[in-house]
């Protein structure tokens, strides 16, 4: 099974910054690497696929980066609604999907 | 648009059973996989079952193989999951997803709202 580690566990930004969520794979699971954000009482929405493709309707301030084992998502000019749990999730070797962690991603 | 409703959470009692639903619409249901996720309280997300679009492949997270079972009516665009001898470990929101594409997708472009499993005695 394929093990996802998350970094940092919990990131404080302020609004209109920029946040940098890491990633890493226990092994390569080459570019299939989702990331995916999750608010209290709604459901998950996938944000990025394939490691770097932006989902249908995703503003362009979303961007994934990297491949094999390292992977990241930043978000550009924080906005308030950004503010929320972000998880990757590996899809190369399945089942089981793995996922990460999660980085919480918080108002500094 | 594709729309994906749980329903049959509650609370059950340690070694209970539940069956959850997941309704689906939007979409030609027998066209795709489905899977179940699950969020324990103050927990990451843990993958937990699914089923290939006619039913003949399945797949069990380990911590629930032999418990749970998975199951589809494509006539009725309906997923479950049967969760017998439950533990308070199992306690979570249990949410049902669908692949962007049909077919063998791991991308889980759409997630319903999930509903709350409570294992307490």
């Known amino acids: 099974e394929i093990v996802m580690t998350q970094s940092p566990a919990t990131l404080s930004v302020s609004p209109g910054e920029r946040a940098t969520l890491s990633c890493r794979a226990s092994q390569s699971v080459s570019r299939n690497l989702a990331w995916y954000q999750l608010k209290p009482g709604q459901a998950p929405r996938l944000l990025i696929y394939g490691a770097s493709t932006r989902a249908a309707g995703l503003p362009a301030r979303f961007s994934g980066s990297g491949s094999g084992t390292e992977f990241t998502l930043t978000i550009n000019s924080l906005q308030s609604d950004d503010f929320a749990i972000y998880y990757c999730q590996q899809y190369n070797n399945w089942p089981p999907f793995t996922f990460g962690q999660g980085t919480k991603l918080e108002i500094k | 648009q594709v729309q994906l409703v749980e329903s049959g959470g509650g609370l059950v009692k340690p070694g209970g059973s539940l069956r959850l639903s997941c309704a689906a619409s939007?979409?030609?249901?027998?066209?795709?996989?489905m899977s179940w996720i699950r969020q324990a309280p103050g927990e990451g997300l843990e993958w937990v079952s699914y089923?290939?679009?006619?039913?003949?492949?399945?797949y069990y997270a380990d911590s629930v193989k032999g418990r749970f079972t998975i199951s589809r009516d494509n006539a009725k665009n309906s997923l479950y999951l049967q969760m017998n001898s439950l533990r308070a470990d199992d306690t979570a929101v249990y949410y049902c997803?669908?692949?962007?594409?049909?077919?063998?997708?791991?991308?889980?472009?759409?997630w319903g709202q999930g509903t709350l499993v409570t294992v307490s005695s």
């Open positions: 997803a669908r692949g962007l594409d049909s077919g063998y997708d791991g991308r889980l472009g759409y």
């Open positions: 939007g979409f030609t249901f027998s066209d795709y996989y």
């Open positions: 089923i290939s679009s006619g039913g003949s492949n399945i």
